[in-house]
């Protein structure tokens, strides 16, 4: 996911990436915070962000914004894909890493905006995180990641 960037740039927001981000059912509430990272919270249902020009770059942003709108499926409003929280340095929490920002990285691709810097930095982040499950989980666990962020790609667009 992208790193924030203390130092502040301002960056015009995307049109297209806007324009998906609000067709998508039952978004969540988008709170804009004045400090910390970016997170979903499963017990507010919002998702929290930092102002765009807290990122390196709009992309930065809209990555991670992608990546925590991914996060947000997994409540039973929308896509409904686990139960309960889950707790953190678990494979389950490893492999929810995985899905969150495959997913992002797939919206960026279909929205055309994504670059090879963010595309960079989404392989070391999905790289660490699959590092995490066991031996006998990974083999199968990035191709499961696949097809779940695939489908949640449709469902942020509006197209399942």
Not at 7 to 12: A, G
Not at 30 to 44: H, M, Q, R, T, W
Not at 113 to 118: F, L, Q, V, W, Y
């Amino acid at each position: 996911m992208a790193k924030l960037d203390s130092q502040f740039t301002v960056f015009k927001p995307i049109a297209k990436a806007e324009k998906c981000i609000a067709s998508m059912p039952k978004l969540p509430p988008i709170v804009e915070v004045a400090i910390g990272n970016p997170k979903y919270s499963l017990f507010d249902d919002a998702i929290y962000m930092p102002a765009l020009e807290h990122f390196p770059s709009a992309m930065a942003y809209y990555s991670a914004l992608f990546h925590e709108l991914a996060h947000a499926t997994g409540n039973r409003k929308r896509l409904d894909r686990w139960c309960s929280f889950i707790r953190k340095n678990t494979p389950e929490y490893a492999f929810e890493e995985m899905v969150a920002e495959l997913s992002s990285i797939f919206c960026l691709y279909r929205l055309q905006i994504a670059d090879g810097k963010i595309q960079e930095e989404s392989i070391e982040y999905i790289s660490g995180w699959c590092a995490m499950l066991p031996e006998t989980e990974s083999s199968g666990a990035l191709e499961k990641a696949i097809t779940i962020a695939e489908r949640i790609r449709d469902y942020i667009f509006n197209q399942l």
